[in-house]
C-alpha cells in the first residue's frame, strides 16, 4: 500500500475518537529528540494498514494507530509527555 | 476567546445531502444538513465514511468550505481523484436526499477566526482552497475588516474553485485582495502569475514579515512545503505558519 504523507490534522479524526479532546493542539514532546509540537504540525503517514504520526523534527515515530475489528492499536512509545488542554 | 465546552469523543453522525453544486470539471460542493451538528470553525474538517454493501469501509477527511454561520447546513468542496475510493462517488454518484456519514468537527489547529486578527496571508494550491474559503466566507460573514491577501495557485482559469465569489469578494472589499497564478495555460491577456510559487512571488504578495502576519497553507504536500519554506527564508516566524497537506490520494 502507498505512503501518504500528510500532517497530524489528518490524524485528528481517528484520536480524536479514542480521546475526547480536541488533538490537533494536543503537544506531544518526542522521546527522540526532545522537542515539543502541536500533533497539527507533525507529520502523518496514511497506511492501509493505521496511521503512523512522526515527529517533524526528527522523524521519530511518535504514535502509530490501527483500527481493527472493532479494536483501537495505539502504541506511542516515540512519545515522551502528552500535553492535553482541558479547555480545549 | 470565550470558553468552549469539550469536544468529547468523536462520533458518527449522518447528514442528508439538501444540495450539490459543480464548481469545476473536477470539483463538486455538497451541502448537507446536520441536525446534531455542533458547530464547527473555519479551517476544520470532516471525516467521511463509506459503507460498501460488504461491510468494507472506506474514510477520507474533507475540509469544511462554509462558514461556521451557516450551520446546521455544512458544505464540503470534493476534487475527484480518478482513482479515488471515495470521492468518485462523492462527486458523480451522491443526489440530493442521500445520506451521507461523517464525524467531524476535525481540528483546532488550523483554524482562523476573525478575533485572532491579523494581517492574513493566505496561500492555497488546487483544492487547498477549500479550508480558507471557509476562512475568507467567515470573514465577510462576520464583516471583518483584518487585512488579507490570498495567493491561489491553480492549474488553469477553468480549475479556479470559487472563481465568481472569489472575484465578488475581492471587488467588494478593499481590505481583501485575491492573487491568481495558473500553471499550466493560461487565458489570453492573463495579468496575474503564471507559474508555480516561489520564494519571488510570495516576496511580493506575502506581507512584510515585520507585520507579523498569520499565515495559512493548504494544497499538495510539495505545494504546502515550497511556500513554508519560502516563508521561512522571507523571515516569517514558523510558528505563525499553519500548514494542511493532502497527498495525492488523501483526497483532503
Redesign the interface.
Known amino acids: 500500500m502507498m505512503e501518504n504523507k500528510l500532517d497530524g490534522n489528518a490524524a485528528a479524526g481517528t484520536l480524536q475518537a479514542i480521546f475526547p479532546f480536541e488533538m490537533t493542539l494536543v503537544q506531544a514532546t518526542c522521546a527522540g529528540c526532545g522537542t515539543t509540537n502541536a500533533l497539527g504540525a507533525t507529520a502523518a503517514y496514511m497506511h492501509g494498514m493505521g496511521t503512523i504520526v512522526r515527529c517533524p523534527v526528527c522523524d521519530t515515530e511518535l504514535i502509530r494507530v490501527a483500527h481493527v475489528k472493532g479494536r483501537y492499536f495505539l502504541d506511542m512509545r516515540g512519545v515522551r509527555v502528552l500535553q492535553i488542554s482541558a479547555e480545549a | 476567546m470565550e470558553?468552549?465546552t469539550?469536544?468529547?469523543?468523536?462520533?458518527w453522525q449522518r447528514g442528508e445531502v439538501v444540495a450539490t453544486e459543480q464548481e469545476t470539471a473536477r470539483a463538486q460542493s455538497i451541502t448537507l444538513a446536520l441536525p446534531t451538528w455542533m458547530g464547527h470553525r473555519a479551517g476544520q474538517?470532516?471525516?467521511v465514511r463509506l459503507t460498501a454493501e460488504d461491510g468494507y469501509q472506506a474514510?477520507r477527511?474533507y475540509s469544511i468550505a462554509s462558514p461556521p454561520e451557516e450551520q446546521p447546513r455544512v458544505t464540503l468542496t470534493v476534487e475527484r481523484l480518478d482513482d479515488g475510493e471515495v470521492s468518485p462517488y462523492l462527486t458523480d454518484e451522491l443526489r440530493v436526499g442521500d445520506k451521507l456519514e461523517l464525524?467531524?468537527p476535525?481540528?483546532?489547529?488550523?483554524v482562523w477566526e476573525a478575533s485572532m486578527g491579523g494581517p492574513l496571508l493566505l496561500v492555497a494550491g488546487g483544492s487547498g482552497i477549500v479550508p480558507l474559503m471557509a476562512m475568507l466566507r467567515h470573514r465577510a460573514a462576520v464583516g471583518s475588516t483584518v487585512a488579507t491577501r490570498l495567493l491561489y495557485s491553480s492549474r488553469s482559469y477553468a480549475d479556479i474553485i470559487y472563481r465568481d465569489e472569489l472575484e465578488r469578494l475581492d471587488e467588494a472589499d478593499q481590505m481583501l485582495e485575491v492573487v491568481h497564478t495558473l500553471t499550466r495555460v493560461q487565458p489570453p491577456g492573463w495579468t496575474d502569475y503564471h507559474r508555480r510559487i516561489d520564494t519571488d512571488m510570495l516576496r511580493e504578495v506575502a506581507w512584510p514579515s515585520d507585520q507579523h502576519p498569520l499565515m495559512y497553507i493548504c494544497g499538495p504536500?510539495p505545494f504546502v512545503e515550497t511556500a513554508a519554506a519560502s516563508l521561512v527564508t522571507l523571515g516569517h516566524e514558523p510558528a505563525r505558519i499553519?500548514?494542511?497537506?493532502?497527498?495525492?490520494?488523501?483526497e483532503?
Request: without cysteine; charged residues 30%; hydrophobic residues 25%.
Open positions: 470558553r468552549r469539550l469536544p468529547g469523543r468523536l462520533t474538517h470532516v471525516d474514510e477527511s464525524r467531524g476535525i481540528g483546532g489547529y488550523f504536500t499553519k500548514t494542511e497537506r493532502f497527498g495525492p490520494t488523501g483532503a
